[in-house]
């Protein structure tokens, strides 16, 4: 079956702008979770939604913003854009959150 | 606060020894355990998991230790092949906490043919 897509692959951005990254789980998958990677600090949680509701939030401040579809299918959004906010970010999905996640490949975002 | 620590960011081991991965974590609330494997410009892909009730868990090559009381898990890997040679992470998570997993921050192995 298909795995968990991620797009777009790559994004450039400058300071001050926003960005929305989607995700679509693996069919059947209900939570759906963000995460950042930066060189040095591994993979920091940012969010979990389950059946269109947050359910867990990680350490990052409210310009970092998601929502879940009725499909499963997640965004997430990103405001006011600084350069520190250059990561990797990741999507995961499981069937009901306490599984094995399944990521996807990530988009690469970059500010200028 | 780094919750789960892996303090070595890089190992190199020679094709058909052991690599052994190591992972710390503070938690003690932490009682699920997973590691995954990344190669560049891929997500990572799940490889083994362990429970806290279990000391030891074993799926082919790879084999997960679990220390409770020191709160420290291992990956061995054996023997180690070059196709293994790419960023491993661990991950913990608590059942009365929800669905979060806290992850370190990698180990970049290098199997050398």
């Known amino acids: 079956k298909a795995g968990v897509t991620q797009t777009p692959r790559y994004l450039i951005k400058t300071r001050g702008q926003q960005v929305t990254l989607s995700c679509s789980p693996i069919s059947g998958h209900r939570s759906v979770s963000w995460y950042q990677q930066t060189p040095g600090q591994g993979l920091q949680f940012l969010f979990e939604?389950?059946?269109?509701?947050?359910?867990n939030k990680g350490n990052f401040p409210g310009r970092f913003s998601g929502r879940q579809f009725s499909n499963s299918r997640s965004e997430m959004n990103v405001s006011t854009l600084e350069l520190g906010d250059s990561a990797l970010y990741l999507c995961?999905?499981?069937?009901?959150?306490?599984?094995?996640?399944?990521f996807g490949d990530g988009t690469r975002l970059s500010i200028l | 606060d780094q919750q789960v620590k892996q303090n070595s960011p890089s190992l190199s081991v020679q094709e058909g020894r052991i690599s052994i991965l190591n992972c710390d974590y503070t938690?003690?609330?932490?009682?699920?355990f997973l590691w995954y494997k990344k190669y560049p410009a891929e997500g990572p892909t799940f490889l083994i998991s362990?429970?806290?009730?279990?000391d030891k868990n074993e799926d082919g090559r790879f084999t997960v230790f679990l220390n409770k009381s020191a709160k420290h898990l291992s990956l061995h890997i054996v023997p180690s092949q070059p196709g293994d040679s790419a960023v491993y992470f661990c991950?913990?998570?608590?059942?009365?906490?929800?669905?979060?997993?806290?992850f370190g921050t990698g180990t970049s192995l290098t199997v050398i043919p």
């Open positions: 362990i429970s806290s009730i279990k």
């Open positions: 939604y389950f059946s269109e509701t947050q359910r």
């Open positions: 991950a913990a998570s608590a059942s009365n906490t929800g669905n979060q997993f806290y």
């Open positions: 938690n003690s609330m932490f009682d699920y």
């Open positions: 995961a999905s499981s069937f009901d959150g306490d599984q094995p996640q399944h």
